[in-house]
């Protein structure tokens, strides 16, 4: 063939670049076939994917080499590059990942080059430009289709997981909550949790740092504004209430402004409401303990949550704080009593109850053994004052 003339942008005049294009394309099955070849020999992924996915793949690689002669015959113009991804369903970029298209499409653009080295050297060059234009265009189009996947997937998994810690929230979750939670890599924890605070300024923000400082410490997440607040329910292996505060001091400060309350820890998804029921208690009553620990632990607010008209929290004090330590023996009830009767000097309530000293300071070590509350301290004198008093009242 004679030397093809070349305009200054490097692309051939019209009529050569439809003879090349039209050359090229008489090859173009064997161009997919030796394609398909190479990608089923290098990437053992290929081999993998059933014969469905790989009739994709094939529609997508002829579809390629086709745009590409298609796109140089018009001189890189009318015809986007992009378009060869609507040769194959949107469901393919679900089941095909971006660094196995990153694969298809290299080894695809291989071929082409390695069919031209066979064409005659003033044919070359414009084609290899070409080839470098066309697959800039497609890397962009491939991350296109990527980044909306992503977007969707992202959107919907956001609804998804809203509408569960709702579900938790209202009391609702069931094995069909359950069912949504695991779609979203939610592994049924033994320990969960349901933490409350109010809302940053920028939620998506805050619950992105929260993943992955949940990530850090090995816990499940669903996490969900709610109007003013933000609602996290975290799984893992919780031991202890004390420790699962730490674990949420971490990342305390992605929260907004006020207290954040961490409820009690509960077996399963469907339990968690209690958990978020005691969390949300805290919430209304937390601003009677202005000086509380930030976050805080739902069951160290029971005496305001009590006092706030929390049934709940009545009855732990009441009937389970106050039966304990009837249940250990009177006189622990009696002892303690007298103890605050007596302005809390251990002297003055061994003189009241007719007994030694070290015996009031055993019967308090006890109350603390019994209760987890102990006398000698401001906050536990506080509720453990309260839990004799709605005791008595409760009978």
Same mark, same amino acid.
Do not use: C
């Given at each position: 063939?004679?030397?093809?003339?070349?305009?200054?942008?490097?692309?051939?005049?019209?009529?050569?670049?439809?003879?090349?294009?039209?050359?090229?394309?008489?090859?173009?099955?064997?161009?997919?076939?030796?394609?398909?070849?190479?990608? =089923?020999?290098?990437?053992?992924?290929?081999?993998?994917?059933?014969?469905?996915?790989?009739?994709?793949?094939?529609?997508?690689?002829?579809?390629?080499?086709?745009?590409?002669?298609?796109?140089?015959?018009?001189?890189?113009?009318?015809?986007?590059? %992009?378009?060869?991804?609507?040769?194959?369903?949107?469901?393919?970029? @679900?089941?095909?990942?971006?660094?196995?298209?990153?694969?298809? $499409?290299?080894?695809?653009?291989?071929?082409?080059?390695?069919?031209? +080295?066979?064409?005659?050297?003033?044919?070359?060059?414009?084609?290899?430009?070409?080839?470098?234009?066309?697959? @800039?265009?497609?890397?962009?189009?491939?991350?296109?289709?990527?980044?909306?996947?992503?977007?969707?997937?992202?959107?919907?998994?956001?609804?998804?997981?809203?509408?569960?810690?709702?579900?938790?929230?209202?009391?609702?979750?069931?094995?069909?909550?359950?069912?949504?939670?695991?779609?979203?890599?939610?592994?049924?924890?033994?320990?969960?949790?349901?933490?409350?605070?109010?809302?940053?300024?920028?939620?998506?923000?805050?619950?992105?740092?929260?993943?992955?400082?949940?990530? @850090?410490?090995?816990?499940?997440?669903? +996490?969900?504004?709610?109007?003013?607040?933000?609602?996290?329910?975290?799984?893992?292996?919780?031991?202890?209430?004390?420790?699962?505060?730490?674990?949420?001091?971490?990342?305390?400060?992605?929260?907004?402004? %006020?207290? $954040?309350?961490?409820?009690?820890? $509960?077996?399963?998804?469907?339990? =968690?409401? @209690?958990?978020?029921?005691?969390?949300?208690?805290?919430?209304?009553?937390?601003?009677?303990?202005?000086?509380?620990?930030?976050?805080?632990?739902?069951?160290?607010?029971?005496?305001?949550?009590?006092?706030?008209?929390?049934?709940? =929290?009545?009855?732990?004090?009441?009937?389970?704080?106050?039966?304990?330590?009837?249940?250990?023996?009177?006189?622990?009830?009696?002892?303690?009593?007298?103890?605050?009767?007596?302005?809390?000097?251990?002297?003055?309530?061994?003189? +009241?109850?007719?007994?030694? =000293?070290?015996?009031?300071?055993?019967?308090?070590?006890?109350?603390?053994?019994?209760?987890?509350?102990?006398?000698?301290?401001?906050?536990?004198?506080?509720?453990?004052?309260?839990?004799?008093?709605?005791?008595?009242?409760?009978?």
């Amino acid at each position: 063939m004679s030397s093809t003339p070349v305009d200054p942008t490097g692309w051939p005049p019209p009529e050569a670049r439809v003879a090349i294009s039209r050359q090229l394309a008489a090859a173009a099955a064997e161009m997919t076939t030796a394609a398909l070849t190479r990608i =089923a020999e290098e990437h053992r992924w290929f081999a993998d994917l059933d014969a469905e996915h790989r009739s994709w793949i094939t529609l997508v690689a002829r579809s390629g080499i086709d745009g590409f002669l298609e796109w140089f015959a018009a001189g890189g113009r009318d015809i986007a590059p %992009g378009t060869i991804f609507d040769a194959a369903p949107r469901a393919l970029a @679900r089941k095909i990942t971006l660094n196995q298209t990153v694969d298809l $499409v290299r080894t695809t653009i291989d071929t082409v080059e390695h069919r031209i +080295a066979g064409l005659p050297a003033d044919e070359q060059g414009p084609l290899r430009i070409g080839i470098l234009r066309y697959s @800039r265009e497609i890397a962009f189009a491939s991350a296109q289709v990527y980044a909306r996947a992503a977007e969707a997937r992202g959107a919907w998994d956001a609804r998804l997981e809203a509408l569960v810690v709702d579900a938790v929230i209202r009391g609702d979750a069931d094995e069909s909550v359950v069912s949504r939670a695991s779609t979203l890599g939610w592994a049924s924890p033994p320990g969960i949790s349901v933490v409350i605070g109010s809302a940053p300024a920028d939620p998506g923000r805050a619950v992105e740092a929260i993943r992955q400082a949940a990530a @850090r410490q090995s816990l499940d997440l669903l +996490a969900a504004p709610q109007g003013d607040r933000l609602v996290l329910v975290i799984g893992g292996q919780l031991h202890s209430m004390p420790d699962l505060v730490k674990l949420v001091a971490d990342f305390a400060g992605q929260f907004g402004g %006020g207290q $954040v309350v961490v409820g009690p820890i $509960v077996s399963d998804l469907v339990e =968690a409401a @209690r958990s978020a029921r005691e969390a949300l208690s805290g919430m209304r009553a937390a601003r009677a303990w202005p000086d509380a620990p930030r976050p805080v632990a739902s069951e160290d607010l029971l005496p305001e949550r009590a006092l706030a008209g929390d049934g709940h =929290a009545r009855r732990m004090l009441g009937t389970e704080i106050y039966g304990q330590l009837v249940a250990a023996g009177g006189e622990l009830a009696d002892t303690l009593a007298a103890f605050f009767d007596s302005g809390g000097s251990i002297e003055a309530t061994a003189r +009241a109850l007719y007994v030694h =000293a070290n015996t009031v300071r055993y019967r308090l070590r006890r109350v603390q053994e019994v209760t987890g509350y102990s006398a000698m301290d401001p906050r536990g004198g506080y509720a453990l004052r309260l839990a004799l008093t709605l005791g008595r009242l409760l009978g």
